[in-house]
C-alpha cells in the first residue's frame, strides 16, 4: 500500500515521500507484468507440447491404420489365390487370430503413449503452477 504524502520529522519535502511510493507501485507492477509473461510463456510452451502430443499419437494411429489395412490387402491376395472353400476359411481364421492379437498390441502402444502425454502435461503444469 503507497505511504500518504506529508511531511516526516526530518524531511518537510511531501515530494520526498511521494516519490518513493512511486518507485514501490513502479517497483510492483514490473513484478506483476514480469509473473503475467512467465504464465503466458509457460501457457505457451503447454500449448506446443500439447499440439506436439497429439501430433504424436495421430502419427502412431496413422502408422497402425496403414498396419491393419495392408494386412486386409495381404489377406485379400491371399483369398483371390486360394484353391478351395476350406483354404480361404483357414485364411480368415488365422488372418482373425493374427489381427486380435495386432489390434490388441496397438492398443496397448497407444493407451501408454497417451498416458504418457498426459502425465508430461500435468507434470508440465503443476510445475508452472506450483511455484
Given at each position: ?26 517497483a510492483a507492477y514490473e513484478r506483476s507484468f514480469s ?69 490388441a498390441a496397438q492398443f496397448e502402444e497407444l493407451e ?20
Amino acid at each position: 500500500m503507497a505511504q500518504p504524502i506529508e511531511a516526516g520529522p526530518d524531511d518537510g519535502r511531501p515530494h520526498v515521500t511521494a516519490g518513493r511510493s512511486v518507485a514501490e507501485m513502479r517497483a510492483a507492477y514490473e513484478r506483476s507484468f514480469s509473473l503475467c509473461q512467465d504464465v503466458l510463456l509457460h501457457w505457451e510452451g503447454l500449448t506446443v507440447q500439447w499440439a506436439l502430443g497429439l501430433r504424436e499419437i495421430g502419427s502412431h494411429i496413422g502408422r497402425n491404420a496403414d498396419v491393419n489395412i495392408r494386412a486386409l490387402f495381404d489377406l485379400a491376395e491371399q483369398q483371390a489365390q486360394a484353391r478351395s472353400a476350406s483354404e480361404i476359411a483357414a485364411l480368415q481364421g488365422r488372418f482373425l487370430q493374427e489381427q486380435s492379437e495386432r489390434m490388441a498390441a496397438q492398443f496397448e502402444e497407444l493407451e501408454s503413449l497417451v498416458s504418457s502425454q498426459v502425465r508430461t502435461l500435468q507434470d508440465e503444469f503443476r510445475q508452472g503452477f506450483g511455484r
